[in-house]
T-cell receptor, first 109, second 118 residues
Framework: GQNIDQPTEMTATEGAIVQINCTYQ??????LFWYQQHAGEAPTFLSY??LDGLEEKGRFSSFLSRSKGYSYLLLKELQMKDSASYLC??????????WGAGTKLIIKP | NAGVMQNPRHLVRRRGQEARLRCSPM?????VYWYRQLPEEGLKFMVY????????ESGMPKERFSAEFPKEGPSILRIQQVVRGDSAAYFC????????????????FGAGSRLTVL
């Protein structure tokens, strides 16, 4: 079966760095997405990786290793507004998105 | 550019009633996806539609659930004879026509419709 694993919850301190991991097992691979979802709101797109390596976008970076079925989202200089759930999703060979359950990130002052 | 519009934002139904959720995609988008999200869980794919066509309904329960995306008007997700287990947030997302089938298929989500079944 297809599976996306990410930690349920993480806690970090304002101003610090946090890394949210995602491992996947899917039938085929056409890219990996990270979305941010604040409580009660719509998911919003953060990043897309289809090749191995690190993609940096401001305070957020996303890394992919296809051989390991692994990605991480790195958040630097954490702000209170970064408190949200972070969803990892993989597009399989049928171009269907398979979603992880999300990682709830709690930022403490 | 209004984004993906969903209504109602909140809907309360009693068991056995019908729920209709509407979604208007972003301007220029012709692909619509419906997802269900239970509390503390991830998004579960339900159905993928283009205008007047259901492309993939592999995530739709076989009974009581149906979806359409007519030539004119919004996409509609219909749940007949609702049960308590249908209580969830239902998200609609859309993408432009050139992204369908492409790896870089970035979805834009609506704010969701939260269904509560009493």
């Amino acid at each position: 079966g297809q599976n996306i694993d990410q930690p349920t919850e993480m806690t970090a301190t304002e101003g610090a760095i946090v890394q949210i991991n995602c491992t996947y097992q899917t039938s085929g691979f056409n890219g990996l997405f990270w979305y941010q979802q604040h409580a009660g709101e719509a998911p919003t797109f953060l990043s897309y990786n289809v090749l191995d390596g690190l993609e940096e976008k401001g305070r957020f970076s996303s890394f992919l290793s296809r051989s390991k079925g692994y990605s991480y989202l790195l958040l630097k200089e954490l702000q209170m507004k970064d408190s949200a759930s972070y969803l990892c999703a993989v597009m399989d060979s049928n171009y269907q998105l398979i979603w992880g359950a999300g990682t709830k990130l709690i930022i403490k002052p | 550019n209004a984004g993906v519009m969903q209504n109602p934002r909140h809907l309360v139904r009693r068991r056995g009633q019908e729920a209709r959720l509407r979604c208007s995609p972003m301007k220029g988008h012709s692909h619509v996806y419906w997802y269900r999200q239970l509390p503390e869980e991830g998004l579960k794919f339900m159905v993928y539609l283009q205008k007047e066509n259901i492309i993939d309904e592999s995530g739709m329960p076989k009974e009581r659930f149906s979806a359409e995306f007519p030539k004119e008007g919004p996409s509609i997700l219909r749940i007949q004879q609702v049960v308590r287990g249908d209580s969830a947030a239902y998200f609609c997302a859309s993408s432009p026509p050139e992204a369908g089938g492409s790896g870089a298929n970035v979805l834009t989500f609506g704010a969701g419709s939260r269904l509560t079944v009493l």
